[in-house]
């Protein structure tokens, strides 16, 4: 049963395949209800959605599980700092074949893995 707030796309109906529905999350405005019940071929369960005029047959419907705001900006955090400690290691390894010094670039590398490593596991812990 869909619910209000439920993100679904529209399927192997007519309008799926209208170029501005095509592929278009949209967004449950009512829980699904069931028309003409008991009466046969015309009984159909319906949602509202937004943006789209008068109900429509939840057979045509398939929920998806879009992401809310709050999971994008964590998802985007965590490749921040994924992006900022791929570019630092990179960095480190060029440095490292420069480097006469093999043993303090390791000690930097792990520090830098450490670090990094710690930050990973917080945002896990909170996500």
């Known amino acids: ?17 209208f170029p501005q529905n095509y592929g278009k999350v949209w967004t449950c405005r ?9 009466e046969g071929i015309y009984e159909q369960r319906v949602v509202f959605l937004e943006g789209f005029s ?8 398939q929920k998806v ?5 709050e999971q994008v900006k964590a998802q985007e ?5 994924y992006n900022k400690y791929f570019k630092e290691i990179h960095d ?19 520090q830098v893995n450490t670090s990094y490593l710690m930050q990973f596991a917080m945002l896990n812990k909170e996500g």
Request: aromatic share 6%; proline share 2%; charged share 30%.
């Open 92 to 110: 480190l390894a060029e440095e490292w074949s420069r480097s006469v010094d093999h043993e303090t670039m390791a000690q930097e590398i792990i």
């Open 1 to 17: 049963m869909l619910k209000t707030g439920d993100k679904v796309v529209m399927h192997t109906c007519g309008e799926a395949y």
């Open 54 to 61: 008068g109900c429509f047959a939840t057979k045509y419907l």
């Open 77 to 81: 955090e965590k490749l921040e700092i």
């Open 65 to 69: 599980n879009a992401p809310n705001d």
């Open 30 to 38: 009512s829980d699904e209800e069931v028309r003409n019940e008991g």
